[in-house]
């Protein structure tokens, strides 16, 4: 058995919960006793500035479970998890959790190769918000996702389900900046925009 379906049938012994879009799942300075698993939708994880802009820092999506600091090294909870479209989320205690991962090996090196690409790229993020332009920004946050959660058609195009504001918060930009780089990318036939998605033309190699 595969390691993501061997998680997927250990998360399924425990009860289903349902979240509806934008509902909280985790509120921040809360550190639960269980592991949180995706069954299906997406959860974002956000911080709040001292600004009080929201700020989103990663997007976990079905299949993922969350957080291993939490019941491996002890690390406090410092964000808040909503659920960003309609999840089924199912808690499991993290005793159960750790029997589990120290009993199935081939799932812990499965888990540990999905956390090295994720640092990857939030160095690359780091990189790019700490010294790109907007545009930059913005293409990257876009490639990430279309990476993640979106297939290229046969002319390597990606369409990403994402609102405006919901970019503005990854990107770390404000809404109306994001709304004018848009049209400036738009310009330059980087990117398509509909209501509601984006369409990258092709990713960029060096965004993923």
């Known amino acids: 058995m595969s390691p993501d379906k061997k998680i997927a049938d250990f998360f399924k012994k425990y009860p289903t919960k349902i979240y509806k879009q934008n509902q909280t799942i985790l509120e921040a300075y809360q550190t639960p006793k269980y592991a949180i698993f995706i069954k299906n939708g997406s959860v974002d ?3 709040i500035t001292k600004n009080g802009n929201k700020v989103i820092l990663n997007t976990y999506k079905s299949g993922a479970f969350f957080s291993m600091s939490w019941f491996l090294v002890d690390i406090q909870n410092k964000y808040f998890f909503v659920a960003n479209q309609k999840s089924e989320i199912i808690e499991a205690p993290s005793q159960s959790v750790k029997l589990f991962l120290n009993t199935n090996p081939d799932v812990v090196s499965w888990q540990l190769n999905r956390l090295v690409r994720g640092a990857d790229g939030l160095l690359k993020r780091l990189n790019v918000h700490m010294s790109g332009s907007a545009d930059e920004r ?5 490639s990430i996702l279309a990476s993640r959660f979106s297939l290229p058609n046969k002319n390597g195009a990606c369409q990403i389900h994402i609102s405006v ?7 770390g930009l404000s809404r109306e900046s994001v709304s004018r780089t848009i049209k400036k ?4 036939k980087k990117l398509s925009h509909k209501k509601g998605f984006f369409v990258l033309p092709k990713i960029a190699s060096e965004h993923l």
């Open 165 to 171: 504001q919901q970019l503005a918060w990854q990107a």
């Open 185 to 188: 990318l738009e310009h330059q």
């Open 45 to 47: 994880q956000f911080d």
């Open 138 to 142: 913005i293409l990257l946050e876009l």
